[in-house]
């Protein structure tokens, strides 16, 4: 390498003063000028030389240290792989749900849900703030009217919950509170201005182990089985729909099968011979019981439960009792690629059970004192179906159908206006552009009939969109 440091200084020194004569002498003669050219021509051979000695020089540097390299680039290559399956692994982990204080764990989550709708009552019109315009409630279709058209939109069905989670002698003691703006009765006004709705309690409940107690969905249905809706519920017309105080207490049974016992919350509805106007008794004496086999596997949910309650009715020293039973089955069976395809289905069916079913389309039974001081039950039967496609793993669509009948006694009349019969048939399609948030348009048609023979028909357009944390 010293050599080769020598050999370049001179050749460059040379270069230099060859360079002093031709700028002196540039208009020397030709022959001069020849000399200095093949002096040129000659140093550019040994600068060739020199940068192959050079090329050289490297790569015995470069084998020498070559060993110490291969070292290197191992070790390097090695820190990228660590460091991947690093980055691999924190994308793959659950992000933290909620935060913790102590031992508790704090959630809190929801949606807003903004809804858009075209209505066309096919037999009359809906009062102003009528719960009818906003969600699907059969017992609120007009019948014997003229038709007419309502166009409305809110921001009700919003929901908020909190819940914490505490670990307690190898359980979890857990809370729940729910709230939302739909059922409560729309204030006089409020769409002049503000539309200030008031929250409405849904959900409250406490659990430890396989213990619930407060205020939840009945014991009697499944809510985790109603079908994707831009409405509220849905297939109303054929649902179970209660949410009330219980004790309920799950047994496990092992292979995905659970038993679930509950008492629950009473309460008796009657109309008069005279009057479909619902009447809340509230002088109960024994709590609705229920008892309901669950069974859930990776593609499949179904349920089975049964119903015995107390029907009563006692005020100013009089009154009747009477037994009411119900019986019911649903489940939900995925299928298809990635289980995007699903069949759900709930049957019904009972006697003095009326206020389970669709808010109240029915009463348990008709009690008129003037007439006899006596319950006179009502049978019920409610189903409804749904089937889910999904197009893409964006793009779906549910298709469904409600149906429920109310079987009045014979043993004492029946208002002319009392509820006997409903259906609907409704299709949507719902598209997520990204996680969380979700469009959907959504067309039903339905119909209810009252005792007189009198029917109305509704058909509905709904837009809503919804964003879930």
Sequence with gaps: MLGYRRRTSALLLAATALTLPIAANAAAPTQRETELEARLLRLEGEMQALKSDLAQAKAASANND??????????????????????????????????????????????????????????GELAGGSLGKEFFLPQQIPVGG???????????????????????????????????????????????????????????????????????????QNASHLPETTDFVGPMDGSIFVRQM??????????????????????????????????????DRMPDFIAKLAYKDKTKELHVAGLVRSVSVHSAGSGDTALGWGATVGGKILFGPDLRHDIRFVASGGRGIGR???????PDAIYDRAVADRLNLVDNVAAWASVKVGWTATLRSTFMAGYQHAGYPGAIGTPALANVEAWSVAGNLF??????????????????????????????????AKYTF
Excluded: C
């Design 246 to 283: 219980m004790v309920q207490y799950r047994q496990p049974l092992g292979g995905g099968l659970d038993l679930y016992l509950a008492a629950e919350n009473p309460q008796t509805e009657t109309i008069t011979s005279t009057s479909a106007a619902m009447v809340d008794n509230d002088q």
């Design 66 to 123: 070559g060993a110490q390299a291969v070292e290197h680039a191992k070790a390097a290559e090695a820190k990228a792989d660590a460091t991947a399956v690093k980055v691999a692994a924190l994308e793959a982990k659950t992000q933290p749900d909620g935060f913790k204080v102590g031992a508790t764990t704090f959630k809190m989550g929801g949606f807003v849900k903004a809804v858009g709708s075209v209505t066309r009552f096919g037999n």
């Design 431 to 464: 598209w997520s552009p990204v996680r969380n948030l979700d469009f959907g348009i959504e067309y039903r048609h339905a119909l209810r009939e009252v005792a007189s023979g009198l029917t109305g028909t509704m058909d509905r357009v709904e837009l809503a």
């Design 356 to 362: 389970y079913f669709t808010v109240g389309y029915a």
């Design 146 to 220: 003229s038709a007419s058209t309502d166009v409305i939109g809110h921001a009700r069905q919003t929901r908020l919950f909190f819940s914490a989670a505490t670990p307690v002698s190898g359980k979890e003691l857990k809370a729940h509170i729910e709230f939302d703006f739909a059922l409560a009765a729309a204030p006089l006004g409020a769409q002049r201005a503000t539309n200030a709705y008031t929250p409405t309690f849904r959900r409250g409940f406490i659990s430890y182990g396989n213990l619930l107690i407060g205020q939840e969905w009945t014991t009697f």
